[in-house]
C-alpha cells in the first residue's frame, strides 16, 4: 500500500470533510448555547405605565412627564441585587401599548431574554382584555414556548393606594380572561387553536403557575421609584 500524501485528491477531500464538520459543530454549539437573547421587552396596554418604568430603570428617574409611546424606547439598564451592588446591566425596550403598533412585538420577541408585562392596577378591569392579548402573544410566540422565557406581570401604580387592586386580584383577572381567550381561539381552530398548545390541557382550568415560561407577579410604582421587584426579576438572569 503505498504512503497517504496531501496532494492526492482524496486525501484533500477528506480534510475538507473533517474540517467542515468540525466547523458545523462548532457553530451548532454556539447557537444552542445562546437560548436566550439579550433585550428585556416592555409590553402591556396604553397608559399602563410601560415608559415611566423604561425611564426608571435607564435613568432612575421616573420621567414624569412622559406619555403614551408611540415608537419603541431604547437604552440599558444596570441591574442591582438586593444589596445594591450592579451586577451586570441589560438591553430594556419599551414598546407601544397601542394596539395599531402591537405587530412590532413579534418581532422583538426573538431576541427576548425575558418579558415584563405592565399593568396598570388601578384600572385592570377595563383593560384585561388588552393585557391579555399581550400576554396571550408572548406565551404563545414560538420563541417564547421553546425557550420558556420568564415573564413578570408588573402591577403598576401601587401608590394609588386603595385604589390599586391587588397582586392576586390583577393575577386573577387575568388568568381568567387569557382562559377565555384560550377557549375561543380553540374554538376557531387552525392555527390559532394550535397556538393555545403552549397555555396547558384546554380540559383543565388555566393556570399561570403551570405554563411552560415561568410567570411570576409583583406590586410597583414607577412613578415613585419603587421598581425593586423588577430589579429583583432581572438580577436572576444574571
Same mark, same amino acid.
Given at each position: @500500500?503505498?504512503?497517504?500524501?496531501?496532494?492526492?485528491?482524496?486525501?484533500?477531500?477528506?480534510?475538507?470533510?473533517?474540517?467542515? !464538520?468540525?466547523?458545523?459543530?462548532?457553530?451548532? &454549539?454556539?447557537?444552542?448555547?445562546?437560548?436566550? %437573547?439579550? !433585550?428585556?421587552?416592555?409590553?402591556?396596554? #396604553?397608559?399602563?405605565? +410601560?415608559?415611566?418604568?423604561?425611564? #426608571?430603570?435607564?435613568?432612575?428617574?421616573?420621567?414624569?412627564?412622559?406619555?403614551?409611546? @408611540?415608537?419603541?424606547?431604547?437604552?440599558?439598564?444596570?441591574?442591582?441585587?438586593?444589596?445594591?451592588?450592579?451586577? %451586570?446591566?441589560?438591553?430594556?425596550?419599551?414598546?407601544?401599548?397601542? =394596539? *395599531?403598533? *402591537?405587530?412590532?412585538?413579534?418581532?422583538?420577541?426573538?431576541?427576548?431574554?425575558?418579558?415584563?408585562?405592565?399593568?396598570?392596577?388601578?384600572?385592570?378591569?377595563?383593560?384585561?382584555?388588552?393585557?391579555?392579548?399581550?400576554?396571550?402573544?408572548?406565551?404563545?410566540? =414560538?420563541?417564547?414556548?421553546?425557550?420558556?422565557?420568564?415573564?413578570?406581570?408588573? #402591577?403598576?401604580?401601587?401608590?394609588?393606594? !386603595?385604589?390599586?387592586?391587588?397582586?392576586? $386580584?390583577?393575577?386573577?383577572?387575568?388568568?381568567?380572561?387569557?382562559?377565555?381567550?384560550? +377557549?375561543?381561539?380553540?374554538?376557531?381552530?387552525?392555527?390559532? %387553536?394550535?397556538?393555545?398548545?403552549?397555555?396547558?390541557?384546554?380540559? &383543565?382550568?388555566?393556570?399561570?403557575?403551570?405554563? *411552560?415560561?415561568?410567570? !411570576?407577579?409583583?406590586?410597583?410604582?414607577?412613578?415613585?421609584?419603587?421598581?425593586?421587584?423588577?430589579?429583583? $426579576?432581572?438580577?436572576?438572569?444574571?
Amino acid at each position: @500500500m503505498g504512503e497517504l500524501s496531501l496532494s492526492q485528491p482524496e486525501v484533500q477531500i477528506a480534510l475538507l470533510v473533517v474540517l467542515a !464538520t468540525a466547523f458545523l459543530l462548532l457553530i451548532l &454549539k454556539f447557537v444552542s448555547g445562546s437560548k436566550r %437573547g439579550n !433585550t428585556v421587552l416592555l409590553v402591556g396596554p #396604553c397608559n399602563g405605565g +410601560k415608559t415611566t418604568l423604561f425611564y #426608571c430603570l435607564r435613568d432612575g428617574s421616573s420621567g414624569a412627564t412622559t406619555v403614551a409611546s @408611540m415608537q419603541e424606547n431604547e437604552g440599558w439598564c444596570q441591574v442591582r441585587n438586593d444589596k445594591d451592588r450592579v451586577v %451586570g446591566s441589560v438591553r430594556v425596550m419599551d414598546l407601544p401599548g397601542h =394596539p *395599531r403598533l *402591537r405587530s412590532k412585538l413579534e418581532h422583538y420577541l426573538k431576541d427576548a431574554s425575558a418579558v415584563v408585562l405592565v399593568i396598570d392596577s388601578a384600572d385592570i378591569t377595563p383593560n384585561k382584555m388588552e393585557a391579555a392579548e399581550d400576554l396571550f402573544e408572548v406565551l404563545t410566540h =414560538p420563541t417564547v414556548a421553546r425557550r420558556r422565557l420568564p415573564v413578570l406581570l408588573a #402591577c403598576n401604580k401601587a401608590d394609588l393606594e !386603595t385604589q390599586a387592586h391587588s397582586v392576586d $386580584f390583577c393575577r386573577r383577572t387575568i388568568e381568567k380572561q387569557l382562559d377565555a381567550m384560550r +377557549k375561543t381561539r380553540l374554538a376557531l381552530g387552525g392555527d390559532a %387553536g394550535r397556538a393555545t398548545s403552549a397555555l396547558g390541557k384546554p380540559d &383543565k382550568p388555566l393556570s399561570l403557575a403551570a405554563l *411552560r415560561s415561568p410567570i !411570576t407577579a409583583a406590586s410597583i410604582s414607577a412613578e415613585k421609584g419603587d421598581v425593586s421587584e423588577v430589579m429583583r $426579576f432581572l438580577a436572576k438572569f444574571m
